[in-house]
């Protein structure tokens, strides 16, 4: 019975999700849910139980992982918090220490080349999509034709955020004519409701096979923005991060030139 109300979750997830992200949410819910009784028929679930549970996670993402598979949950089957249970959670993630890692080296230089050459021009265009616009891997595989609106002299492309919400990013042709009219070319001979570029997966594979993640595309992104603004709150925007703290750790990535 238990599963039986996850999967339907996971169905309502699709309609927003990319399938990796539909799976996480899936399994921070299920963890969530150990030791909860469901109650047949209404599926109605112990709160408390669940909240109680992600007072055992430490760390912050984690913590923010399962928090949002719970939100969309209870958004789900309509379920209202109190404001004792919102104020709870708040406080549970207050309490979450950071994960720190070792910051990793990016030579960016190395992997703008090796973009430069590569023989799969559809692969190499999906790279510098990230790499000029700073859309995540997860926001740029999921534009359809559809979702492009061509103009004069730009492209505008509609897209689900992380989170959600829907965002629109331009692209212009001033500076980057060649990679510009390539990306015409490449709406123009994808086929009505196809995605326009690569999935994740595929993504993120070809990125590790040369040494570098997709969101390394991302970290280079923010740090040539800033150089060209000088204004943190510029770069938040265009990164659409809901805090300027992420945007100045990404700033404060490790990019070698």
């Known amino acids: 019975m238990k599963y ?7 169905i309502y997830l699709a309609q927003f999700y990319q399938p ?43 913590f923010s992982q399962a928090k949002n598979a719970l939100l969309h949950f209870l958004e789900f089957k309509n379920i209202p918090l109190s404001e004792e249970q919102k104020h709870r959670i708040d406080e549970l993630e207050h309490q979450t220490k950071k994960k720190y890692r070792k910051k990793r080296e990016i030579d960016a230089c190395h992997i703008e080349k090796s973009i430069k050459y590569m023989k799969n021009k559809k692969l190499k265009l999906c790279f510098q999509m990230m790499l000029y616009t700073g859309l995540r891997v997860c926001e740029l595989s999921i534009i359809r034709k ?10 505008n492309f509609i897209f689900r955020a992380k989170g959600g919400k829907w965002e629109t990013i331009s692209l212009f042709e001033t500076g980057k004519e060649t990679f510009y ?3 015409l070319a490449l709406v123009e001979t994808t086929n009505e409701g196809k995605r326009v570029f690569y999935s994740p997966n595929y993504l993120q594979s070809k990125a590790k096979e040369l040494g570098f993640t997709c969101h390394d595309l991302r970290r280079i992104y923010a740090k040539e923005a800033y150089a060209k603004t000088k204004s943190i709150a510029e770069v938040q925007k265009n990164l659409r991060h809901t805090s300027a703290k992420t945007t100045k750790i990404y700033l404060k990535s490790n990019i070698k030139r």
């Open 4 to 10: 039986d109300l996850l999967d339907a979750y996971k």
């Open 20 to 62: 990796s992200t539909v799976e996480t949410y899936y399994k921070n819910l299920a963890n969530l849910f150990v030791g909860n009784t469901i109650f047949f028929p209404f599926q109605e679930i112990d709160v408390d139980a669940t909240i109680h549970n992600l007072s055992k996670i430490t760390y912050k993402n984690h």
């Open 146 to 155: 559809e979702d492009v609106f061509l103009f004069l002299d730009k492209i």
């Open 181 to 183: 009219r390539d990306i």
